[in-house]
């Protein structure tokens, strides 16, 4: 387990573990704390330090080891919870949705007055950016911070929307340039990426939207707090029609490659219907003359009226059947696309 400390508003960062940061939490007017905790099925080499410490304590939620509150966050830090937005009194958490890669982790976040608490399985993926953002920006209290962080979520969301947007206007392009059976695998992933990035971020905005309207509601909430939520409502809202925006252009483009195939189908039936314009009628003639009965064999014994009715008929179908299509068009068309 890692514990990152960082000094508001300077942006200060220490390294340290769990006990120290508890100390800090309750003796300092302003502070980040970010607990990096270690992935499913791994031990860490703090857990190892801090077994010193008695096996209770590591059975202890980390909540309550930070010294933050009772069972209300007994949650915080525990693997595989929901999107959670929980007004506790003079505390908020949060359960927040971050696209990392190819898939997406939920950070854990509590805040208060003088304080911003996030916890994490894995490498930090917030913490540099939000450490850059902190030293440029200087939020002035903890409740800003929080809003930070939450921007900085959301910007996860945003940049994985457009680049699979810009992927799939690409995808468009090569098809109509040439199109290959890959081509759908790739739209099918991308639909499954969309879908993801909507089912997460959805249920995580309807609940802090809850929380944010029921707090603007109050009379006690501070004006410069309700620019920060009204702003986060507005930027959470333009993200989500980002990700609806990519799954409309994902199915877009699934439209356009079922065009593009049921355009080539057409183009093998028109020339099927070609080659049967023309060997139908043949076909016909030399049943016809292959037949066995008294007319044909007794009154056309001459090769003179063979070459007459056999060829000479041939010819003039093939001739009809080609005018036909000529004056239709449809020969040029299938030339035209070709």
Known sequence: MIVTVVAMPQGTIVRTDLAEARRRLAATRYLLVDVELPEAGEGGAGEEGESAEGAGEEDEPLARRLGLGGADLDWFGRPGEPARADFLGDMVGLVVPVVQGERIVHAHAVAGDRYLVTAHRGPAFLAPEITAHVRRERPPDAVALLFLVLHSALATFRRAAVAALLEVEELEDDMFQQRRPEQVYRLSRLRRRSALLHHTLLPYLQVVDEVITRRMLSP???????????????????????????????????????????????????????????????????????????????????????????????????????????????????????
């Open 220 to 338: 006690d909430f501070p004006e410069e707090r309700q620019r920060l939520a009204r702003e986060f409502q507005h930027v959470a809202r333009t993200v989500l029609t980002d990700i609806e925006t990519l799954q409309e252009a994902v199915r877009r483009a699934f439209g356009s490659y079922s065009s593009l195939v049921a355009g080539e189908q057409n183009n093998v039936i028109n020339r099927l219907a070609i080659v049967s314009v023309i060997f139908l009628p043949l076909s016909f003639l030399t049943g016809f003359f292959g037949m066995n009965f008294a007319f044909l064999t007794d009154e056309l014994e001459s090769r003179a009226v063979f070459w007459l009715l056999a060829i000479g008929l041939q010819v003039c179908v093939l001739a009809g059947a080609f005018y036909v299509l000529h004056r239709t068009r449809i020969w040029r068309r299938l030339r035209d696309e070709d």
